[in-house]
């Protein structure tokens, strides 16, 4: 914002100890629409219209689902210059009961043309994906974890928009995730390499444009396919790649590691409903041995 004058940054009321020094130094290009979220994605369209760009920031389903509409028809439409910046991708808000949680986005944001979705697993790959995102005049789709994501990415790298990253390689059975579900992932290969399963995980940062190069790639030879992320299984990454899969006439099964498609009744901290959901290290490990039995 120092450094292009055309930003302006939107917030539905949220972001209390986050953004106080944005809307200091910035009074004039920080907007605080209240709780009204879809006049707040008429505000940036309005605003991405007359030349500015824009970046809205709220909780995923107020940002996402509650003005679906609003995203599809003034923002994607018009294929106009907005960055959504959804917090609390997955169940981080565990503690929130489920109108809180992040299960659906990935789902409902993939089908609207001229949309990108991005999706960092750590703090490193989020710094390195807003720079490449800002030089990008489009709609995108930001998904944000909530806070104290481990670290999997000591040292920054050469990310690019629709590459995904090899983290680990091996040659038994390829593991595609995304999103801050990455570090229960590595967690879980490190188990199966003790298990003397070896497997590749790769890092699909953004899901659209997603990489069909890398997905065809590291499918090619392996035993099996899987894919884990922290949202429904249907819609989401595994369903993105298993339908790339098939149409490369890929013979190997897919099995796809996720929330079931039924509404959580239950509360507690993300490390609790990973845990009860199948979703920490060592289920994702255990469901992965149990599949190649």
Not at 3 to 14: A, N, R, V, W
Not at 74 to 92: E, F, K, M, Q, R
Not at 99 to 115: C, K, R, W, Y
Not at 120 to 149: H, N, S, V
Request: aromatic share 8%.
């Amino acid at each position: 914002m120092r450094q292009d004058k055309s930003i302006y940054f939107l917030t539905g009321d949220l972001g209390y100890s986050v953004l106080e020094d944005i809307e200091k130094e910035f009074q004039s290009r920080f907007i605080n629409v209240g709780i009204a979220e879809q006049n707040l994605i008429g505000i940036a369209s309005g605003l991405a219209l007359s030349g500015k760009k824009v970046y809205v920031y709220s909780i995923i389903p107020f940002i996402t689902m509650r003005c679906f509409e609003q995203i599809r028809n003034d923002i994607c439409y018009h294929n106009l210059n907005v960055t959504i910046l959804g917090v609390g991708a997955g169940l981080s808000y565990g503690i929130l009961w489920p109108t809180h949680f992040a299960l659906e986005d990935i789902a409902i944001l993939n089908v609207l043309p001229n949309m990108t979705i991005f999706s960092p697993c750590d703090e490193t790959e989020a710094i390195l994906g807003i720079k490449e995102l800002y030089k990008l005049q489009r709609p995108c789709y930001f998904r944000i974890g909530k806070k104290q994501e481990p670290i999997i990415y000591k040292n920054s790298f050469n990310l690019k928009i629709g590459k995904g990253n090899v983290i680990t390689e091996g040659s038994d059975i390829v593991i595609f995730s995304s999103g801050p579900i990455v570090s229960e992932v590595i967690k879980a290969v490190d188990i199966l390499r003790i298990k003397k399963i070896n497997a590749s995980l790769v890092d699909i940062h953004t899901i659209k444009p997603i990489d069909y190069e890398i997905i065809i790639e590291k499918a090619k030879n392996k035993k099996m396919i899987f894919t884990v992320e922290e949202h429904y299984k249907i819609g989401g990454l595994g369903s993105i790649i298993s339908q790339i899969l098939v149409s490369e006439k890929n013979s190997q099964q897919v099995i796809s590691i996720g929330i079931d498609n039924k509404f959580i009744k239950d509360v507690g901290s993300q490390n609790y409903l990973r845990e009860k959901f199948g979703l920490s290290g060592d289920k994702i490990a255990s469901i992965i041995v149990e599949s190649l039995k």
